[in-house]
C-alpha cells in the first residue's frame, strides 16, 4: 500500500495546485457541434483548423483505404509494414513542399511527437553535435532533445540576436536549431526568415515544426514555408496530419539525404509498426482537398472567422495577444479563475479548453480558443458575447 499512497501523494499535490486534467468523451465526430458526453456543444477547441477530420470525402477514402489495404500494417517499415499507400502519400508530400527545399524527399510518421524525436535524435546523434532549441517549443522538440545524444541549449523567445551569438560561439560539429513555427499556445510566429539566415550565416540545419502551419497557411496550404516564402538547403520541415489534414500522422520533409538518414538510423521511425495504410490513403484525399479550390475557401472563411473574434471581443482584464492565426488565446492569469471561467462556459454548452502549467508559464493559465473553417459566424459571435460577458463578471480575486 504505501507505493500507492506515494502515487495518490503526487495526486493530491496537483490537485491542490488546480492542476489535475480531466477528459471528456466525445460521443461524436470532431466538428463544432459536437455530443461530449452525452451532451450537444459548441466546441473551440481542436486542431482541426479546416474541419476535415469529418470530412465525407476523407471518411470515404478512410473507408476505401482499409477496403484496399486492410485495417493494419502489419510490421514497421523497414520490415514488410510500407503499403503503396504510405509510399505514394510521401511522393504527394514531397511534390507539395519541394518548391520550399531542395531535392526534397518526405517520410510518414504515425505522429507528430514521433516524428520530432525522430529528426532530432538522427540529426543530434553526436555527442559533439548541438541543438539550439527555442524557448517555447513544444514538448515533443524538448524531449527529442533531451533524447540526442548533442548538446543542447535553449534560447529565449524570439530572440534571433541571443540565437545568433550561441551560434557563432559554438564549436559544435553540426548545428541544428529548432523552432515551433507557431506557438501553439499563444498562436504567434517565430521569426523564420531571420532564423532561417542565421542558420545559413553559421552553417546550421533549422528545423521548422508547423503542426499549426500545414494546411492552414501560405496561399496552397503548403504552411509556414510558403507563407514566409522560404527555400534553402538547410531547412527541416516537420509537418503534421492530425490537426488541419484533418487524419493523423506527421511527416518530414527535406533534402533526399536527410530523409534517408532518417529511414536507416531514426529509432522513432525504425522500431514502431507503420501506421495503418488506410490513414495514408485517407490523407491523398485530405490533401486534394488543401491543394485545390475547396482549401482555398476554407482557409478564406477561417481568416474572417478570426477578424470577427477580434471585432466582437471586449476584454477589459483578461490578456489577448495578438495572434494572426487559428490559435486564439485569452490570457486569464490565475489556475483557478481558468478553470472557473471554462466550467461557466461549459454550463452554456460551450467548449473551450483552459490551459495551465506546465503547458504555460506559472501564471499565464488561459482559454485557448481554437477556430475552424466549419465554424460559422454565428458560433464565433455567441462565444464572444459569452466571454465578454463572462470577464465583467468575474473581478479577480
Ligand atoms: C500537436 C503538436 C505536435 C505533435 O503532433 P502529433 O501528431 O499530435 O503527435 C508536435 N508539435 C507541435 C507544435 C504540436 O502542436
Sequence with gaps: MDLIAQVQGKLDALAAQSLTR???????????????????????CSNDYLGLAAHPAV????????ELYGAGSGASHLVSGHSRAHAL??????????????????????????????TLTALGADADAMIFSEALNHASLIDGARLAKAGVTVYPHGDVAALEAKLAAS??????????????????????????????????????????????????????LEHFD???????????LGKAAGVGGAFVAAHRAVIEL???????????TAAP?????????????????????????????????????????WQRPFSPTAIQPIVIGANDEALRVAASLHEQGLWVPAIRPPTVAPGTARLRVTL????????VAQLAAALNQLEMERPSA
Design 171 to 224: 564549436t559544435a560539429s553540426s548545428k541544428i536549431v529548432v523552432t515551433d513555427s507557431v506557438f501553439s499556445m499563444d498562436g504567434v510566429f517565430a521569426p523564420l526568415p531571420e532564423l532561417l539566415a542565421a542558420c545559413e550565416r553559421h552553417g546550421a540545419w533549422l528545423v521548422v515544426d508547423d503542426a499549426h502551419g500545414f494546411g492552414v497557411l501560405g496561399r496552397h496550404g503548403r504552411g509556414a
Design 262 to 272: 532518417l529511414v536507416q538510423r531514426a529509432r522513432p521511425y525504425i522500431y514502431t
Design 277 to 317: 495504410p488506410a490513414l495514408a490513403h485517407a490523407l491523398l484525399a485530405s490533401l486534394d482537398i488543401i491543394a485545390g479550390e475547396e482549401g482555398l475557401r476554407r482557409r478564406a472563411h477561417l481568416s474572417a472567422l478570426i477578424a470577427r473574434l477580434d471585432e466582437a471581443l471586449r476584454l477589459v482584464r
Design 89 to 118: 502519400l510521401e511522393e504527394r508530400l514531397a511534390a507539395f513542399e519541394a518548391p520550399h527545399l531542395f531535392d526534397a524527399k518526405a517520410l510518414y510518421f504515425c505522429t507528430g511527437y514521433m516524428a520530432n524525436l525522430a
Design 22 to 44: 480531466r477528459r471528456r468523451s466525445a460521443d461524436s465526430p470532431c466538428a463544432p457541434r459536437q455530443v461530449v458526453d452525452g451532451r450537444p456543444m459548441l466546441a473551440f
Design 59 to 66: 471518411v470515404a477514402a478512410l473507408r476505401e483505404g482499409a
Design 372 to 379: 475552424c473553417a466549419a465554424h460559422t459566424e454565428q458560433d
Design 230 to 240: 522560404l527555400r534553402s538547403p538547410n531547412l527541416v520541415y516537420v509537418g503534421t
